[in-house]
């Protein structure tokens, strides 16, 4: 398998982790509050990538790679989740598949300004109709307007894609567990310290159900998922692999069909090769000639 094959993987793996993210999420909201929950779930994370770097003996970046990591702190480890956590306040997670289908747009865009890649012209043609199929799905169950809401998923966007592009291309250097594991015990300190300002009074009231997104979104949405796909982003190439975005909201209904025993439309299985489609031709013309 070579590289380009391998970052394909990689990123599939870390989309098919990041799937379950906005679930986990919407559900720990309903018993945690949203500062505090995207405090504990980096402080959760960063303890276990601090023990990680520490056990495989990591080399320290270097002064040119503190900024980056600064970017990738600031767009993944903090406003990501908080501006979604913020924002499954006032929207469903069925509405913030509009603006997901927007991610692999904003990656591949931050890939070409931060990253130097140029991919031809046809791949913009693919990853944008790949967005337009999944954000016409997500219009067709019915959406519900809340400006707030919508604002805000609208930024968790902006910084992700910034983030994404920037781990990715410091990963060539540092490589992609460190990367995500150095951004996490950057933002430790900050974060554990609101996580103990903003703890609760009492955790008496919290269900079963928001223990286990909040255990999911601090080990798998923030550390290991992270771990494959800024691999796949390096490997494979920023704006390629990040259209595999495209398919993160129809598998997380596809999880959501298998855990809640949901049924599975024809017209979702007829998105989901469309869209397939379009991020195969996106990744055939993704390198420019």
């Known amino acids: 398998m070579d590289t380009a094959s391998r970052g394909w993987l990689n990123g599939f793996i870390g989309m098919l982790i990041f799937s379950g993210s906005l679930a986990a999420t919407r559900v720990a909201v309903a018993d945690f509050e949203p500062v505090f929950l995207t405090a504990a779930r980096a402080t959760i994370a960063g303890a276990l ?12 970046p270097t002064r040119v790679q503190a900024v980056p ?8 480890v903090i406003g990501f989740p908080l501006l979604t956590a913020l924002a ?27 990253g130097g890649e140029r991919p031809r012209p046809v791949f913009w043609i693919f990853s944008v109709l790949g967005s337009l199929l999944v954000i016409g799905f997500a219009a067709a169950q019915g959406l519900t307007a809340s400006p707030a809401g919508d604002l805000l998923m ?3 966007i902006l910084v992700c894609g910034l983030g994404y592009a920037e781990g ?3 990963s060539r250097t540092l490589g992609g567990w460190q990367v995500i594991c150095w951004a996490l015990v950057l933002s430790l300190p900050a974060m554990l310290a609101l996580a103990l300002w903003r703890l609760p009074d009492s955790v ?13 979104v601090s080990l798998f949405s923030m550390l290991i998922g992270f ?4 691999r796949g982003l390096a490997q494979g190439g920023i704006a390629a692999v990040g259209q595999l975005q495209l398919l993160q909201p129809l598998f997380g209904l596809a999880l959501a069909a298998g855990l809640l025993r949901e049924s599975v439309s024809p017209a979702m299985l007829a998105v989901t090769v469309a869209v397939i489609g379009c991020v195969a031709g996106a990744r055939h013309f993704s390198r420019a000639r």
């Open 204 to 216: 008496a009231g919290v269900g079963a159900p928001a223990w286990v997104g909040l255990g999911y």
């Open 88 to 114: 499954l306040q006032h929207v469903t997670s069925a509405h913030s598949v509009v603006f997901i289908a927007l991610l692999p747009l904003s990656t591949a865009a931050f890939g070409v300004l931060r």
């Open 154 to 156: 609208l930024a968790a």
């Open 49 to 60: 990538a601090l023990l990680a770097l520490w056990l495989l003996r990591a080399r320290w």
């Open 168 to 170: 990715a291309k410091l």
């Open 69 to 76: 990591l600064v970017i990738v702190a600031v767009g993944v």
């Open 227 to 230: 771990v494959f796909w800024y």
